[in-house]
């Protein structure tokens, strides 16, 4: 019993998470919601460049593709963190005179979304049918009005589900960002429950800060099953309770004389 309550009292204190709410809600969550939206869309360009250049005819092009993501997918993100953050630092800081590492943090997560994001859009761009290409080319499309119109628009449909995966694995990938020493200002929700359990010898600062990232997660968790669960089934069919509904909504507004417009 005794080794029961101290786990309670070790992680699940609820004066201590009380304590640190504030700072999560008021610093850390808008500073995590930063790092991962700023990084999510850099790194969601960025892919998409990596993927039309993976499925170029040119192979110089194709192979700098296929080398950047071998090697930003290969290594550990901390390592690309620090890489960027810290080897980086002294030169942005000669060439700025800024300090601030914050920039360089969304950098670093931005080339490591790119290389998971770049391989996402290239294997659905792939996956769409060779004869889209061909129809769209036989109607007068050029190849790059082709990629751009038709290709890429299908190819990044059938993808959503695994982009927005990837955007979950950034939001906790965002919490490596406190190797950089950010500001007070600047923690995100994993550095301030690190502090106040640095501070109070307790983990259940940390403990809070996991079930925000909960809250964060779990939505967007759904989010995908919805969007995987549409793009299987596709659009409902309209019952013929409702079929026959709008039947009568359209005789009711024609016979009033008045158009779907509102104008008589």
């Known amino acids: ?11 699940f204190n609820g004066q201590a998470m009380a304590q640190v709410i504030p700072d999560l809600l008021t610093v850390g969550l808008p500073n995590t919601l930063i790092l991962s939206v700023s990084s999510g869309i850099i790194g969601s360009l960025l892919g998409m460049v990596l993927a039309v250049m993976g499925i170029s005819r040119n192979p110089v092009p194709r192979w700098l593709a296929r080398i950047y993501t071998d090697v930003f997918r290969g290594l550990p993100a901390v390592i690309i963190i620090l890489l960027i953050g810290i080897g980086l630092g002294p030169i942005v800081r000669q060439v700025t005179g800024s300090t601030n590492p914050y920039p360089l943090g969304i950098l670093a997560l931005s080339l490591l979304a790119a290389a998971y994001i770049g391989e996402i859009f290239r294997s659905g761009i792939q996956s769409v049918d060779r004869g889209q290409m061909e129809a769209s080319r036989a109607l007068g499309f050029s190849y790059g009005a082709t ?23 950034l939001i906790k990938d965002s919490s490596l960002i406190f190797f950089l020493g950010l500001l007070a200002s600047q923690r995100e929700i994993f550095r301030v429950g ?15 800060a996991g079930l925000l990232y909960l809250v964060l997660t779990i939505p967007l968790t759904h989010l995908v099953n919805v969007i995987d669960h549409r793009l299987r ?15 009568v909504t359209s005789d009711a507004t024609g016979a009033a004389g008045v158009t779907p417009g509102g104008q008589p």
């Not at 502090?195 to 600062?205: I, Q």
């Not at 409902?236 to 026959?244: G, N, P, Q, V």
């Open 233 to 247: 089934e596709g659009r409902r069919e309209k019952t013929a309770s409702e079929t026959a509904d709008a039947a």
């Open 194 to 208: 690190n502090d106040a359990t640095a501070n109070s010898g307790n983990l259940s600062p940390l403990v809070a």
């Open 1 to 11: 019993m005794d080794a029961w309550s101290q786990l309670i009292d070790t992680f």
């Open 147 to 169: 990629m751009r119109l038709v290709i890429i628009p299908q190819g990044v449909r059938r993808v959503l589900p695994a982009l927005v995966n990837q955007f979950i694995s």
